[in-house]
Nanobody, 124 residues
Framework: VQLQASGGGLVQDGDSLRLSCAAS????????MGWFRQAPGKEREFVSA????????NYADSVKGRFTISRDNAKNTVYLQMNGLKPEDTAVYYC??????????????????WGQGTQVTVSS
């Protein structure tokens, strides 16, 4: 599967953005999807994940209550709605995929496919 992330940009503290990750192929509904981010000088970290059916989600504590992950299997797309953005959310955001059924993963090493990343910059 090929993943294409989009939707990043430069916003101000408190603003919102919605990231999208479009996947190629006809088996999108078999993939658990995750969002990760990497700030300058830091390791890539888990942000959120959603099971293949969309029934289960998980969030990093740092984004819980502000970010919402969702997916549209008919459109082969996963979304990350980011509200209440903070300067510490500034990072390159990556989507990732792994074939799995009704389980999500928070470990970066669990994912097999990665998108190219989209930059999110939050100014104070």
């Amino acid at each position: 599967v090929q993943l294409q992330a989009s939707g990043g940009g430069l916003v101000q503290d408190g603003d919102s953005l919605r990231l999208s990750c479009a996947a190629s192929g006809r088996t999108f509904s078999t993939y658990v999807m995750g969002w990760f981010r990497q700030a300058p000088g830091k390791e890539r970290e888990f942000v959120s994940a959603i099971t293949n059916s969309g029934t289960l989600t998980n969030y990093a504590d740092s984004v819980k209550g502000r970010f919402t992950i969702s997916r549209d299997n008919a459109k082969n797309t996963v979304y990350l709605q980011m509200n209440g953005l903070k300067p510490e959310d500034t990072a390159v955001y990556y989507c990732a995929a792994k074939i799995a059924n009704n389980i999500y993963y928070t470990n970066i090493l669990s994912y097999d496919y990665w998108g190219q990343g989209t930059q999110v910059t939050v100014s104070s």
